[in-house]
């Protein structure tokens, strides 16, 4: 079982930048694991926004357009989110989620089986 809790949340002004957490339970650096970043706005399904796979490979939703970047800190079990240029179109919950034995999915096809609470980002 992998416990994921987000945070770094909060409300910005369009244009600005915002650099999201995930503390996982267990390790994460393993190869076991691909890891992702979520997001749901008001009224509309949650969508995938960037992930990291097995294999340490990263992808991108198409409206990122070169905004934002994965990371994981391997020492300590986190993974990041940092975007910038962030539009109001940004607005909503934001979900870390783990996936096991995902090989090379990307955000497209990455299917979770961990997820986190969720930190709400608000962009004005």
């Known amino acids: 079982h992998v416990q994921l809790v987000e945070s770094g949340g909060g409300l910005v002004q369009a244009g600005g930048s915002l650099r999201l957490s995930c503390a996982a339970s267990?390790?994460?650096?393993?190869?076991?694991?691909?890891m992702g970043w979520f997001r749901q706005a008001p009224g509309k399904e949650r969508e995938g926004i960037a992930s990291?796979?097995?294999?340490?490979?990263?992808s991108y939703a198409d409206f990122v357009a070169g905004r934002f970047t994965i990371s994981k800190d391997h020492a300590k079990n986190i993974l990041y989110l940092q975007m910038k240029s962030l539009t109001v179109a940004g607005t909503g919950m934001y979900y870390c989620?783990?996936?096991?034995?995902?090989?090379?999915?990307?955000?497209?096809?990455?299917?979770?089986?961990?997820w986190g609470q969720g930190t709400q980002v608000t962009v004005s």
């Open positions: 267990r390790d994460i650096t393993s190869r076991r694991f691909c």
């Open positions: 989620a783990a996936e096991v034995g995902c090989g090379r999915d990307t955000i497209a096809t990455m299917s979770p089986d961990y």
């Open positions: 990291i796979d097995n294999f340490g490979g990263d």
